[in-house]
């Protein structure tokens, strides 16, 4: 298999924030394939830092289903096409271990300890469960298992005693709830027996839907890792771009412009992007053209990544098979901080 080549500024720019002696920890939620927002926002910096540190890829289906119970079966499907997602961008299973959350035993038990160290009230303010409360149109019925997610993410990444964690700007809230549960932790064990983490962010901001709303599978406005060329070329041409900008001699705006915004994370010749630019504010640059190179950057990203999502589709078992010595391994380390957090917890006095 291939190598993906990485954009050298964007590599050097996830290595530069990671220390050899960092452990990283982060994860998705199984609810749809992974798209480019992902790709943007966080695999690019996973695959930057394979084989440079410690690396476990959690696919939390668990915590997908605090807001999806009604469609478990969807979500255990999906557990596959995640993995499939991984393994086709270039994530080698030899440097990082992809594990299933729901295998990982320890990591509902140390969720059900912590809980006893955050109030209702603490979760109520999380930014980020406020925001998909609302989002979702839970109002007052919200299941107390997603509620309570931050906590079981807190299990997640102190449960690998993961040091840096690379997410998108939407799970800072996650961060800081799960270094107060450590310090608590801490606190009870009477000595540093759990790391606190940092977030790893990317410069890249985040990646809009083809109609400049938040990128999701469910709405259909977001680019698959595994499109097809046909599928690529209609959702560029779909994208949203300068209402203002009817005929190629007018003038432009570049900000707000999805299509700006994709050559950005993607085009690999940033200089001749700022010439672009500088034509399409200018007038002179029409969206037929400039949706013609995107089309084309975008189609010599996937490509490999269709072409090796669809060869490893054909070998379910070699997939089935990593995920299962992945989630052995992650069992290994997880019981481990298990055994010292109930110390903590005077459980195995
Ligand atoms: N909350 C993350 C998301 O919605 C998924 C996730 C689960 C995660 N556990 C994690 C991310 C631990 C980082 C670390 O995508």
């Known amino acids: 298999m291939s190598a993906i080549i990485l954009a050298p500024s964007r ?13 990283i920890l982060t994860g998705d939620r199984p609810t749809g394939s992974l798209h480019l927002g992902h790709y943007a926002g966080s695999l690019r910096s996973r695959l930057a830092l394979q084989g440079q540190c410690a690396q476990t890829l959690l696919i939390a289906d668990l915590q997908a289903l605090t807001d999806s119970s009604g469609r478990a079966a969807h979500v255990a499907r999906h557990v596959l096409e995640v993995a499939l997602d991984y393994l086709a961008v270039g994530i080698d299973p030899a440097q990082t271990t992809i594990a299933v ?16 160290l955050v ?24 299941p ?7 906590v079981s993410q807190a299990a997640d990444i102190s449960g690998f005693r993961a040091t840096l964690v690379p997410v998108g700007d939407d799970q800072l809230p996650m961060i800081e ?5 450590v310090r608590r932790v801490n606190r009870l064990a009477n000595a540093s027996i759990l790391p606190e983490c940092r977030a790893m962010l990317s410069s890249t901001p985040r990646l809009p ?18 499109a097809t060329s046909d599928e690529i070329r209609r959702l560029v041409r779909a994208m949203y771009t300068d209402p203002g900008h009817t005929r190629a001699s007018d003038p432009g705006r570049v900000e707000g412009n999805v299509v700006f915004a994709y050559l950005d994370a993607f085009d690999p010749d940033p200089a001749t992007v700022n010439e672009l630019k500088e034509r399409y504010r200018g007038g002179g640059l029409g969206d037929v053209a400039l949706k013609r190179r995107l089309a084309d950057v975008l189609e010599a990203l996937i ?25 052995e391994r992650a069992s290994v380390t997880t019981q481990a ?13």
Do not use: H
Not at 101 to 116: D, F, H, I, K, P
Not at 213 to 223: F, L, P, T
């Open 11 to 23: 590599a050097d720019e996830s290595r530069s924030q990671a220390r050899a002696t960092d452990v």
């Open 101 to 116: 959350q729901s295998r990982l035993s320890a990591l509902a038990e140390l969720t059900v300890l912590y809980l006893n």
């Open 119 to 142: 109030t209702v009230a603490r979760l109520e303010r999380n930014p980020t469960v406020k925001a998909e409360v609302e989002l979702r149109g839970f109002e007052r019925d919200i």
């Open 144 to 150: 107390a298992g997603f509620l309570c997610y931050p």
């Open 177 to 181: 709830q799960t270094n107060e549960i």
């Open 209 to 226: 839907g083809i109609d400049g709303r938040k990128a999701s599978k469910s709405a259909g406005n977001a680019i698959p890792l595994g």
């Open 303 to 327: 490509a490999p990544i269709r072409g090796r999502r669809a060869e490893l589709a054909s070998d379910r078992a070699y997939v089935m098979d990593v995920l299962r010595a992945g989630s």
């Open 337 to 349: 901080v298990l055994r010292d957090v109930r110390k903590a917890f005077a459980l195995d006095a």
